[in-house]
């Protein structure tokens, strides 16, 4: 089993920036794809970002080009920087965690992961 717990949620202005964390625990997941989704009220769960065990990533369009995701194995977590925040992004961010499919992107990006996190909120006031 893996424990993934996230960190650094809070309110921010629009146009600021805020790194969440995601720790994972239980195992090293060193081998495991990990990505980031994020769930606003009344609305359906979004992919956000992905990143493979080798590095690749991928982005929903939303996020893209405002938001990186990295990795630290040493660490056993991931993070998800976020820059240029806007009211919209506004929501609960899930870190989650997936393995044994390749190419792995794919499964965060159609919504699919083995391992969830509680979330953590993440408000951006305008």
């Known amino acids: 089993q893996v424990q993934l717990v996230e960190s650094g949620g809070g309110l921010v202005q629009a146009g600021g920036s805020l790194r969440l964390s995601c720790a994972a625990s239980?195992?090293?997941?060193?081998?495991?794809?990990m990505g980031w989704f994020r769930q606003a009220p009344g609305k359906e769960r979004e992919f956000v970002a992905a990143i493979s065990w080798s590095g690749s990533t991928a982005y929903g369009d939303s996020v893209k080009g405002r938001f990186t995701i990295s990795r630290d194995n040493a660490k056993n977590t991931v993070y998800l920087q976020m820059n240029s925040l806007k009211p919209e992004d506004t929501a609960v961010y899930y870190c989650a965690a997936a393995k044994g499919r390749s190419p792995i992107l794919p499964t965060f990006v159609s919504g699919t992961a083995d391992y969830w996190g509680q979330g953590t909120q993440v408000t951006v006031s305008s």
């Open positions: 239980g195992r090293t997941v060193s081998n495991y794809g």
